[in-house]
């Protein structure tokens, strides 16, 4: 419950309780009353209405007649309705009437003018202002009609002053306002105290909400500890500053061979090897761990003795403990006997291992040697066949005829070249086959410029290989404009037989310190990626991009294709080795190349958008290269 409707629950019940112990207290006070009056119009009123003859008077009846009715009904009502506000009521008018009374039985008496005041401050003890309100109009009533018509009854002279009663009446407002301001101040009093009760009560609920919560948390707290304990891989032993056994796991018990109730309260020397020399003057602990127990965690392989009587290699991490002055020891302990056993296999399987590294490492070079081999072969068989389909097509086979045809007719030479009409036709034919025969030449030329190239290019890689041997790399300042136009140039046969185009953006003239050759390789291997990417293509779309970008300190160049794009899965794994989407790749080429990149101090990436969405390779290369790291 919220704390203010807490306090309003708390202020009603505490103003229910004031109420009905008014209501008690007025039952009796009314009672009281009655005998009073009835006193009072025995002895009191003959001295003051007749003289000073005692009699019995005409007011001993109204005292108790009328002082029955005015008891009565409040009696009533304060015994079978006590606390509910027809009652309060009742009373307030019913006291303020006995008040009219008593001073009618005195005649008016000055003094017992002050029982209408006391009156009023017995029922501001209800605390409720509202009270006050009829209260002081029946007294101000009672005051006014007896004032005009019966003035000796309430002031006990035979006429008096309407200022009397006016009088009278400040009297009773004045103690009005004393009263409504003690009845508010009480009221608020009550309902502050009402309100620190709810917050108390809501703290203490609070609190053992808290503790049984906590409680619940401690009991499932050791229920856990004991599963753990039990459930535990190692071994848990906790001992005391005496090395006395106080807690054994399941683990503990397996590997010892000890069942819990075997060793809990011994010390644990038990589980230790016979031969341990006995120190009495030191805990068990302190002889099992010597000086590093001071610190607040050791660890050790040690011996321990199990049941049986054997002695097995164990793994033993103690951490230290102290609260409320006792002092505790907690041993992890876990057995050593199969892991010796595979460090020993291990061992021996390392030495096989070295030299299994060492071939596969020579596998994996050679791999890549031969990849870049066969790219450059490629580009060499290509450039071979279109020479021999040239020269198997070749004319040279027409010019042959001719001259035949020329020594048939040589004694009449003049006569057939200017009349015959196959003579006429050889001059021109001539002229014709020298043209194509010129072009073919050139055609040749180039493709064995191509070829030389090429296999100056394998005999590059070769050589580069073996500078692998022997940890020496080719070290020197090129411009990139220069690396990207000689890989170009590799390539360049193998473009010249496709629709796709190159084209190369951003021309630099930056120099930086790298190995030549290696980049080229990877450029080459990446434009011929984009190619193979890009086959499918036509057109205006089958442009492969070449732009070099260059920051303050590296040079990138990217490869750009507008191919089949890589899926987003496969972004991560494109440059291990082996991997491939290629039917018949290897996954060899961007591993190397990725490979190459980071050993010249650079970095190969890749991105793309997805299938069809094209790729973009990166190669970012560092200005200056401090270092070049050969694996």
């Not at 009437?97 to 003018?113: K, N, P, Q």
């Not at 005999?459 to 940890?471: C, E, F, G, L």
């Not at 037989?497 to 003239?509: A, T």
Request: net charge neutral; with cysteine; glycine share 6%.
């Amino acid at each position: 419950m919220d704390t203010t409707d807490r306090a309003q629950v708390l202020f009603s019940e505490q103003r229910d309780r004031i109420n009905a112990t008014t209501d008690r207290m007025f039952a009796i006070l009314m009672a009281f009353q009655w005998i009073a009056g009835i006193l009072a119009a025995v002895f009191v009123s003959p001295r003051t209405w007749a003289g000073a003859v005692p009699s019995i008077h005409l007011h001993v009846w109204s005292a108790l007649i009328g002082g029955g009715i005015l008891s009565g009904l409040p009696i009533y009502l304060a015994l079978r309705h006590k606390g509910e506000p027809i009652t309060r009521y009742t009373i307030a008018v019913a006291q303020m009437l006995w008040s009219a009374l008593l001073v009618h039985l005195t005649g008016g008496r000055i003094e017992t003018h002050f029982h209408v005041f006391g009156s009023m401050a017995f029922i501001a003890i209800y605390r409720d202002c509202r009270l006050l309100i009829p209260a002081t109009i029946v007294t101000v009533l009672d005051h006014g009609l007896r004032g005009i018509f019966w003035p000796q009854s309430v002031y006990g002279v035979l006429s008096a002053s309407p200022f009397r009663t006016l009088e009278h009446a400040a009297w009773v407002v004045f103690e009005n306002i004393v009263l409504v301001s003690s009845c508010r101040r009480s009221t608020a009093e009550m309902w502050e105290i009402a309100r620190q009760r709810a917050e108390l009560e809501n703290t203490n609920d609070r609190i053992e909400s808290q503790v049984r919560e906590r409680t619940d948390q401690l009991r499932q707290s050791l229920q856990w500890k004991a599963v753990v304990l039990d459930t535990a891989a190692d071994g848990i032993i906790t001992i005391d500053n005496d090395g006395a056994i106080l807690e054994f796991n399941r683990a503990a018990e397996c590997i010892f061979g000890f069942s819990k109730p075997e060793v809990v309260g011994q010390n644990v020397s038990m589980l230790l090897p016979k031969q341990e020399p006995a120190r009495d003057d030191r805990p068990a602990l302190s002889r099992l761990l010597g000086d590093d127990l001071a610190k607040s965690r050791t660890r050790h392989e040690f011996e321990g003795l199990r049941k049986d009587g054997s002695n097995f290699p164990l793994d033993l991490s103690v951490s230290k403990s102290e609260l409320g002055g006792n002092v505790t020891f907690t041993a992890i302990v876990r057995d050593l006997t199969e892991e010796k056993a595979a460090e020993a296999e291990i061992a021996k399987v390392n030495a096989d291992l070295q030299v299994a590294s060492r071939w596969a490492g020579m596998a994996e070079i050679a791999t890549g040697v031969l990849h870049n081999i066969g790219n450059v072969l490629n580009s060499v068989n290509v450039a071979a066949s279109v020479v021999t389909s040239k020269l198997r097509a070749s004319r040279v086979s027409g010019l042959t005829r001719a001259a035949s045809m020329l020594k048939e007719h040589e004694n009449n030479l003049v006569e057939f070249l200017s009349k015959d009409g196959k003579g006429r036709k050889i001059p021109p034919y001539l002229s014709e086959l020298a043209q194509h025969l010129e072009a073919e030449q050139s055609d040749i030329l180039s493709e064995l410029t191509s070829l030389t190239e090429n296999i100056n290019h394998i005999k590059n890689i070769v050589n580069m290989q073996q500078s692998y041997a022997t940890r020496a790399s080719a070290i020197e300042s090129v411009s990139v404009n220069s690396i990207v136009d000689e890989a170009l140039r590799f390539s360049e046969s193998s473009f010249s037989r496709s629709e796709i185009r190159i084209q190369k953006e951003n021309h630099s003239s930056t120099t930086i310190e790298t190995d030549q050759h290696r980049i080229v390789q990877i450029l080459i291997n990446l434009i011929r990626n984009g190619r193979q990417a890009m086959s499918h293509l036509v057109g205006a779309s089958a442009v492969l991009l070449i732009q070099i970008e260059e920051t303050e300190t590296s040079v990138r160049i990217h490869v750009k294709d507008r191919g089949i794009g890589i899926p987003k899965e496969n972004l991560t794994a494109i440059f291990r080795h082996g991997f491939t989407t290629k039917k018949k790749g290897h996954g060899f080429g961007l591993h190397h190349s990725a490979n190459t990149a980071k050993e010249l101090g650079g970095l190969l990436t890749v991105q793309s958008d997805g299938p069809n969405q094209g790729a973009t390779f990166t190669l970012e290369l560092p200005k200056m290269l401090e270092e070049v790291q050969v694996s």
